[in-house]
T-cell receptor
Framework: KQEVTQIPAALSVPEGENLVLNCSFT??????LQWFRQDPGKGLTSLLLIQSSQREQTSGRLNASLDKSSGRSTLYIAASQPGDSATYLCAVEPGNTGKLIFGQGTTLQVKP | EADIYQTPRYLVIGTGKKITLECSQTMGHDKMYWYQQDPGMELHLIHYSYGVNSTEKGDLSSESTVSRIRTEHFPLTLESARPSHTSQYLC??????????FGPGTRLTVL
């Protein structure tokens, strides 16, 4: 059974720091991996989608990498800002079904 | 990015009432999903649909039911609400790459 783990559960950094959020999954046979952001009491905002054939994706200050063989993905946030404070969720799609399995998320606080 | 809407955003209701949570999207996506999220916990898939007249149960057992009569509409119904149904319900739809886009969610409280 596929399981997704995100470490750390919470992270607090000063503004301007570069940081890395980690996601690991137990079964390397995934179709794609998606990173989301969730603000308190809100829905999810899609940040990046990495398909199984890709190694990384970039959007602005965000860069996500995927290493299927080791069952790992990282989300790199450059020059963090207070507005980046949110919970970041990683989700894997085991097959071409659209069914996502989520990690519990990393709650990020960026202090001014 | 998809435009996906959920109503109501917040609902407080008594035990035993029938409720329907609405979800609609304007992008013509075939695939739609319902997730349940308890506070501080991960999301779990409870229902999904690959198109009109197609509905399947997700990985987390749920007493709710869904219907998909129109492509843009995917409502979720609880016939008799109970306190154990208190949770946040999130609707999503996906494009051909399976990238999912979420609505703002409905926070349900059953007293």
């Amino acid at each position: 059974k596929q399981e997704v783990t995100q470490i750390p559960a919470a992270l607090s950094v000063p503004e301007g720091e570069n940081l890395v959020l980690n996601c690991s999954f137990t079964d390397s046979a995934i179709y794609n991996l998606q990173w989301f952001r969730q603000d308190p009491g809100k829905g999810l905002t899609s940040l990046l989608l990495i398909q199984s054939s890709q190694r990384e994706q970039t959007s602005g200050r965000l860069n996500a990498s995927l290493d299927k063989s080791s069952g790992r993905s990282t989300l790199y946030i450059a020059a963090s800002q207070p507005g980046d404070s949110a919970t970041y969720l990683c989700a894997v799609e085991p097959g071409n079904t659209g069914k996502l399995i989520f990690g519990q998320g990393t709650t990020l606080q960026v202090k001014p | 990015e998809a435009d996906i809407y959920q109503t109501p955003r917040y609902l407080v209701i008594g035990t035993g009432k029938k409720i329907t949570l609405e979800c609609s999207q304007t992008m013509g996506h075939d695939k739609m999903y319902w997730y349940q999220q308890d506070p501080g916990m991960e999301l779990h898939l409870i229902h999904y649909s690959y198109g009109v007249n197609s509905t399947e149960k997700g990985d987390l057992s749920s007493e709710s039911t869904v219907s998909r009569i129109r492509t843009e509409h995917f409502p979720l119904t609880l016939e008799s609400a109970r306190p154990s149904h208190t949770s946040q319900y999130l609707c999503a739809s996906s494009v051909y790459t399976n990238e999912q886009f979420f609505g703002p969610g409905t926070r349900l409280t059953v007293l």
